[in-house]
C-alpha cells in the first residue's frame, strides 16, 4: 500500500481518530497529501503508524517538545529499536514492541482488503465479503450488538471465523 489514511491508523493502533487528526495539526507527524479533484487525502507512512502506536501505548503522557523529538529521531532512523528520551539516559523508548504491533495489523489490512469487494453491481457497492452478498458492516453491526460467532456462522456458513474477527477493524478502518 502506498500510504495509509487516519481513520486506518486509528484502526490499526486503537487511538481514537481525533487523536490521529490532533498529531496531525500539531505536525507531530506530517502525513504526505494528495489530492483528487477537491478532495485531498492525508496518507501516512509506516513509521508514522509505529509512532501513532507509540502515542497509543502512553507516549502522549510526555511534553510535546519531547514527542516531536522521538517523532524526528523515528523519521532519521526507521530501523531503530529503542531511543532515549531527552539528553538523559535515564529514560527510554522502546520501539519494537510497536513495529511489531503495527506490521501485524497492517498484515490484517491487507488480509481484510484481499476478502471483501466493493462492486458497484453487487449490493450498490456496499462492502462484502467476497463471493458472498454477505455486507461486512452487518456482520460488524451483529458482532457489536453482542451476536456470538457461532450464532453468526449458523445463519452464514460461507463466512468464516477470521472473517468475523476482521470485520469489525475493517468497518473502523474503511
Known amino acids: 500500500m502506498d500510504g495509509y489514511t487516519p481513520a486506518q491508523a486509528a484502526a490499526l493502533t486503537g487511538l481514537p481518530l481525533s487523536a490521529v487528526h490532533k498529531a496531525i495539526d500539531s505536525r507531530l507527524i506530517r502525513p504526505r497529501t494528495t489530492r ?13 503508524l509505529i509512532f501513532l502506536q507509540l502515542e497509543a501505548e502512553g507516549l502522549r503522557l510526555l511534553p510535546l517538545e519531547t514527542r516531536r523529538e522521538i517523532a524526528a529521531c523515528l523519521r532519521k532512523v526507521p530501523a531503530a529499536d529503542r531511543m532515549p528520551v531527552g539528553s538523559g539516559t535515564a529514560l ?22 484481499q476478502m471483501v469487494v466493493r462492486d458497484p453491481d453487487i449490493m ?43 470485520a469489525p477493524l475493517y468497518m473502523r478502518a474503511f
Open 36 to 48: 483528487s479533484g477537491a478532495s485531498v487525502r492525508r496518507l501516512l507512512t509506516k513509521e508514522q
Open 92 to 113: 527510554r523508548v522502546e520501539i519494537k514492541p510497536a513495529r511489531r504491533k503495527v506490521e501485524s495489523g497492517l498484515k490484517q489490512l491487507g488480509r481484510m482488503e
Open 124 to 166: 450498490c457497492g456496499t462492502p462484502v465479503f467476497k463471493g458472498t452478498r454477505i455486507p461486512v458492516d452487518l456482520v460488524a453491526d451483529m458482532l457489536a450488538q453482542g451476536a456470538t460467532p457461532d450464532e453468526i456462522l449458523e445463519g452464514y456458513p460461507t463466512l468464516d471465523r477470521e472473517k468475523l474477527s476482521l
